[in-house]
C-alpha cells in the first residue's frame, strides 16, 4: 500500500475485497505507524489481521518498524 498514492489506495482495498473470496487472504507487509490508515481505509467486507512486527530498511539512521498483516475477507 505504501508504494500507491494516497488517492489509490482505497480503491485499490475495494478491489482486493471485490475479487477475495470469503476467508481468501491477501498479504501485506507495511509500515507500523500506518497500520491505522489502512485499517480505516478497509471495506467493511475485509479485516486487517497483524501477524507480526519486523525491523524493516534504515531511514534517516532509524529501522522503520513494518507488520506484516493479513486482509481477511469477510
Known amino acids: 500500500m ?3 498514492s494516497q488517492v489509490m489506495q ?3 482495498l475495494r478491489e482486493l475485497a471485490r475479487i477475495l473470496r470469503v476467508g481468501g ?3 501485506l ?3 507500523a505507524e500506518a497500520m491505522d490508515r489502512l485499517e480505516a481505509l478497509c ?6 489481521e ?11 539512521g532509524k529501522p522503520l518498524q513494518m507488520i506484516h498483516a493479513l ?3 469477510v
Open 43 to 48: 471495506p467493511k467486507t475485509l479485516r486487517v
Open 10 to 12: 482505497p480503491e485499490h
Open 2 to 4: 505504501q508504494q500507491l
Open 71 to 73: 486482509l481477511r475477507r
Open 50 to 60: 497483524t501477524m507480526e512486527t519486523c525491523p524493516g530498511p534504515l531511514r534517516q
Open 25 to 27: 487472504l491477501a498479504q
Open 29 to 31: 507487509i507495511e509500515r
